[in-house]
């Protein structure tokens, strides 16, 4: 089973500032199935980021993904007062789908 | 633009089996993974289990003894059961629908059903 690691756990950072959250995979797994999700307090989570790089339907351009083998990285060019919230990175392989635990994106 | 509406008991005593289902409205219910996942309170995702419109079901090994997702196509609606509940079950559960389409993401959510195991 693939174990997804994110770092920092949490991310103190201003609006304006630029973002970048990592997640880290047990073994080399394939960047097609690496999706990224961002959810806020008392929400289900959206989905922001699909094969590692693809922004999903309606998802602003200052979200970015990027990454390979077994690091990944999820980065917010320019923080906007919305984007603080919880974000997590999820993978499939063979069946099994594997999320990471988390990174709090929280406002300094 | 699809909508998932979920429902089900929110409060179980242990031992009891948790019922939940998922209406799936304004989309499809082919060519999708209609899925299951839970969050305890103040934790993260873990994925329980998904079936897919022919009715394959492939679920989390960790809870594969005590899981049974199922469908009703003619009603566009998918459930989950979960026997033999403990504290340990107590979590947010949302349905979801993963999608080849977005690399086995998941694309469309529902708001969530807090089930509660307390004695």
């Known amino acids: 089973e693939i174990v997804l690691t994110q770092s920092p756990g949490t991310l103190s950072l201003s609006p304006g500032q630029r973002a970048t959250l990592s997640c880290r995979a047990s073994q080399s797994v394939s960047s097609n199935y690496l999706a990224w999700y961002q959810q806020k307090r008392g929400q289900a989570p959206r989905l922001l980021i699909y094969g590692a790089s693809t922004r999903a339907t309606g998802i602003p351009d200052r979200f970015s993904g990027s990454g390979s083998g077994t690091d990944f990285t999820l980065t917010i060019s320019r923080l906007e007062p919305e984007d603080f919230a919880v974000y997590y990175c999820?993978?499939?392989?063979?069946?099994?789908?594997?999320f990471g635990q988390g990174t709090n994106l929280e406002i300094k | 633009q699809v909508q998932l509406q979920q429902w089900g008991a929110g409060l179980l005593k242990p031992s009891e089996t948790l019922s939940l289902t998922c209406a799936v409205n304004?989309?499809?219910?082919?060519?999708?993974?209609w899925t299951w996942i839970r969050q305890p309170p103040g934790k993260g995702l873990e994925w329980i289990g998904e079936?897919?419109?022919?009715?394959?079901?492939n679920y989390s090994p960790s809870l594969k003894s005590r899981v049974t997702i199922s469908m009703d196509k003619s009603k566009n609606q998918f459930s989950l059961k979960l026997t033999s509940v403990t504290a340990a079950d107590t979590a947010v559960y949302y349905c979801a629908r993963g999608s080849y389409g977005v690399d086995y993401g998941f694309d469309s959510w529902g708001q969530g059903t807090l089930v509660t195991v307390s004695s």
């Open positions: 999820q993978h499939y392989d063979r069946s099994l789908y594997s």
């Open positions: 079936i897919n419109d022919s009715g394959n079901t």
């Open positions: 304004g989309g499809s219910f082919s060519n999708y993974y």
